[in-house]
């Protein structure tokens, strides 16, 4: 016989979830100490470390932004996708769709002045990013194919492509035999704003119209409208495959504009890798912040840090990569899990009493 | 000698988060009796009866079954101990045939011979009256049938308890008729039947003994002999409701819809709707009979431009709209308020609260890209006033989380709110009280006396009969007939939702 019952909490006190999840933070810092302990190392010097390496000093600032960034914009693009319960796994493709694009405006149309060409680079991305998060939405709306498989196996094709590229027609025939493509030039190369790439703006930009979008134009409130029921929304004479189209054009536009930006400030050109993860950290991130774009901001700039604070611990104190990923995957593990005693409340039974004879 | 107690629940306590569903319910029943559940909507009907199944665990309380006490952690406790649920929406494999179905889930033993299990099905069918092929698919039966089948396959499985949660809802009169026959000779073969409704006929007609819950207690037992209908109202809503619906005329009447020859196919190219026409006036309240899937929903979606047509058309003031948009309909002034099974579904978003859900139908009226809450927030209000809404407010409070009936008026109410010329409702009763009912009611008539043209979907025949002014009667996609309500009895329409056509 069960002991445990688990019933779903209905309403919840806002200082009950505040105390939730801190006490899943603390639990989280506690349970990662403990592994680190394990493993040899001092678990207060490693946090030390970690906080040190994300935000000590300008350079480390700068470095925990430059991840923020792409994060940020990506997770823009799933939550557009997440309201209308889309399940965009495909962020990563689009990403890598958006950064080829660039990478062809900026090796092809180089004698452009810069800011045109800058211009013309993101446009083409977003177009991309946008085209390829339409292939699976074109299907959804029309065929109702499931997206979420669609999405995932579009990563691998815009991946392959990618490397194909850098192997075959595009490999620079300056590299001597190396497969990469050519640098950019420095007009394809965006510009810093107080010490980082102007990209931070962008991100900026596009939480406060990421929020006003889902929250006060009529086509953010079909998307709302689609994703909790589709039958709702064709009741009330939405057309619903336009939503879908126009949605995921806007939630593939926002990855691709991610490419743009990681090939141009961080590569300075096309490789196979750069899209590293944040199709999938976005993903988390949007899920964490419950699909709220300015709640997304900060967190994702939190993720920023604890990946940042993570590198550094391979550098300064020798602590292999595999460590960092652990204690990123054991916070991640119980806040997300936090979120299970949120919604529901677990007791234990008490024995029932027996009737008084 | 006292009979055997077959349930004994009390003391039964059970909250979900801060409500309290059930707060100190005591119910008895006994081998051989037909015992009815009355309440309203949300008092605790449910909630009790799935502690009995074994879905939910009680706080506090005690269960005992056949005089022994008990405690279920799965719903296999409780069939263990020979308890049957029959749900109203029924938990069967359509491609399977019966024999498949009732041997689904049964863990008895690994291979079952299926000429064995022929023969026990017989028997059981034997031993209470019941009648079905083993062989028939269950896509192939009628709503009667599959009833039926989910009665021999608790009965199967050794149930000697049975619960059946609305059983009748989707029944004709004549399959209601038989459904009470087979409940009687279960009940004399010593079953406990325990019998969840809120119509009160079906109440006087078959239960031996009452239990009234009132907002999650139970408020008496009371011998189904000894009170009368009235006495029962009182008892589940607290105080004596009039139960008379008003059916004003109205003497000018105005041609407003007119559907011709109107056939619409399903996905498998089979019609759903064939060759339906009537008219329907202003001033009028058109009642819709059939039962559950004789082509209501698929009526109300062709009218709505909700689904592609295959052949006729449908005149609005003289216009065909078969192929406007489902917008263009909206802004014409025909307005459908449809609540499907799970009364979300279709009308309402859930999540949203009643200002987000009141301007559904109307934000692609306003002008520019950004949305303006402020002048349907001010509409929320007006509705929330006019129906008596029970709400803590317009703004940030999820409709899911309002009681049904209020759900309910919030759709009606924004369908209303919008002036309409055509006013398609479907089931808008569905499971709501009686009190909640009858404001509905009035809301219709209100409607109907200000010149608008309802259509009145409906499940309840004396509804029907009391409300409209015309009844169609629908049976698989066709119309049998339309009648007027004082001119036939309930017995003909039954006939005809059954499919016979009476001229």
Redesign the interface.
């Given at each position: 016989?069960?002991f445990i019952?688990i019933?779903?909490?209905?309403?919840?006190p806002r200082n009950r979830i505040v105390l939730i999840r801190i006490l899943a933070i603390l639990l989280s810092i506690a349970f990662a100490g403990i592994v680190i302990m394990a493993l040899g190392y001092n678990p207060l010097a490693v946090f030390r470390q970690m906080i040190k390496g994300a935000l000590g000093g300008k350079i480390r600032l700068q470095q925990t932004a430059l991840k923020a960034v792409p994060l940020i914009i990506t997770t823009m693009g799933i939550i557009v996708a997440f309201k209308m319960k889309f399940w965009n796994i495909g962020g990563e493709g689009q990403i890598m769709m958006g950064a080829m694009a660039a990478s062809f405006v900026a090796l092809n149309y180089s004698h452009l002045p810069k800011t045109l060409l800058l211009i013309l680079m993101a446009l083409a991305s977003i177009v991309a990013g946008g085209l390829w998060a339409f292939i699976p939405a074109i299907f959804k709306a029309k065929l109702g194919t499931n997206e979420t498989i669609f999405t995932l196996m579009l990563n691998y094709i815009a991946i392959k492509f990618v490397t194909f590229l850098q192997y075959g027609p595009w490999k620079d025939p300056t590299s001597q035999g190396y497969p990469k493509v050519p640098d950019f030039t420095a007009k394809a190369i965006l510009p810093n704003v107080f010490g980082v790439h102007i990209g931070w703006i962008i991100a900026i930009i596009l939480v406060i119209v990421t929020y006003i979008f889902i929250n006060?134009?009529?086509?953010?409130?079909e998307v709302?409208?689609v994703g909790?029921?589709v039958?709702?929304a064709?009741?009330?004479?939405i057309n619903i495959q336009s939503v879908i189209i126009v949605t995921m054009l806007i939630s593939g536009g926002m990855c691709g504009l991610t490419g743009m930006i990681q090939a141009s400030a961080i590569e300075k050109t096309l490789t196979a890798s750069l899209s590293a993860n944040y199709g999938f950290s976005a993903i988390t991130t949007a899920w964490l912040s419950r699909l709220n774009a300015v709640a997304a901001f900060f967190v994702c700039i939190c993720f920023a840090i604890l990946l940042q604070g993570g590198a550094s611990l391979q550098i300064t104190m020798n602590i292999p990569a595999a460590v960092a990923d652990m204690i990123q995957g054991i916070i991640l593990f119980f806040v997300l899990g936090s979120e299970f005693f949120l919604q529901y409340?677990v007791g234990f039974?008490k024995r029932?009493?027996?009737?008084e004879a | 000698m006292e009979p055997v107690k077959a349930i004994e629940m009390?003391g039964i306590s059970k909250a979900?988060?801060?409500?309290m569903a059930n707060e100190n319910v005591s119910l008895t029943v006994y081998n051989g009796e037909i015992h009815a559940l009355l309440g309203e909507n949300g008092a605790g009907k449910s909630t009790l009866m799935n502690m009995l199944s074994g879905i939910?665990?009680?706080d506090?309380?005690?269960i005992s079954i056949q005089g022994e006490?008990v405690?279920f952690?799965s719903p296999k406790d409780s069939i263990a101990l020979g308890i049957g649920m029959i749900h109203q929406h029924f938990k069967l494999v359509d491609v399977m045939t019966a024999k498949e179905n009732i041997m689904l889930g049964d863990k008895r033993s690994f291979f079952t011979k299926s000429s064995d299990l022929t023969k026990e099905i017989r028997a059981i069918c034997d031993k209470y009256g019941l009648d079905i092929d083993p062989d028939k698919k269950v896509y192939e039966m009628s709503v009667g049938e599959k009833q039926t089948l989910e009665i021999i396959k608790v009965l199967y499985r050794g149930a000697k308890i049975l619960i059946m949660d609305e059983p009748t809802a989707v029944l004709t009169p004549q399959e209601i008729a038989r459904l009470f026959q087979i409940m009687r000779s279960m009940k004399q073969q010593g079953c406990a039947i325990v019998i969840i409704t809120h119509k009160l006929g079906e109440v006087m007609e078959i239960s031996d003994r009452v239990t009234v819950l009132r907002k999650g207690r139970s408020l008496d037992t009371v011998n189904t002999g000894e009170v009368d209908m009235n006495t029962l109202i009182e008892m589940m809503v607290g105080k004596a409701v009039d139960m008379e619906i008003n059916k004003e005329k109205v003497a000018d009447k105005q041609k407003l819809l007119e559907v011709d020859n109107l056939t619409v196919e399903n996905a498998e190219h089979k019609n759903v709707l064939e060759e339906i026409s009537f008219t329907l006036y202003g001033g009028e309240i058109l009642g819709v009979a059939g039962v559950a899937g004789s082509g209501q929903k698929e009526i109300c979606e062709a009218i709505?431009?909700?689904t592609p047509v295959k052949k006729g058309r449908i005149f609005f003031e003289g216009e065909n709209i078969i192929g406007k948009?489902?917008?263009d309909?909206?802004k014409k002034g025909i307005r459908?308020g449809?609540i499907?099974e799970d009364r979300?579904?279709?009308?309402?978003?859930?999540?949203?609260d009643i200002t987000?859900n009141v301007?559904?139908?109307d934000?692609?009226m306003?002008r520019g890209?950004?949305?303006n809450r402020a002048e349907s927030a001010e509409k929320a209000e007006r509705i929330v006033e006019k129906l008596d809404i029970l709400t803590p407010s317009v703004r940030n409070y999820p409709v899911k989380?309002l009681s049904g009936g209020n759900i309910q008026k919030v759709l009606l109410g924004r369908e209303i709110d919008s002036e309409p010329k055509v006013l398609i409702t479907a089931y808008p009763v569905r499971g709501l009280d009686i009190g909640a009912s009858h404001k509905i009611y009035d809301l219709l008539n209100e409607q109907k006396i200000q010149g608008v043209g309802v259509l009145f979907i409906g499940e309840d025949l004396d509804v029907l009969m009391h409300l409209c002014d015309r009844v169609m009667v629908f049976c698989g996609g066709k119309v049998m007939g339309t009648v007027e309500p004082d001119s036939v009895s309930k017995e003909e329409i039954g006939l005809m939702m059954a499919g016979e056509k009476i001229s």
């Open positions: 016989m069960k019952t019933s779903r909490r209905d309403d919840i006060h134009t009529k086509k953010g409130y709302t409208v909790e029921s039958d709702t064709r009741y009330a004479g409340k039974r029932l009493a027996k009737e | 009390k979900f988060g801060s409500v939910y665990t009680p506090s309380g005690f006490q405690q952690t709505a431009g909700l948009s489902p917008r309909i909206i459908m449809f499907p979300l579904g279709m009308g309402l978003v859930g999540n949203m987000d301007m559904l139908k934000y692609h306003q890209i950004f949305l989380k």
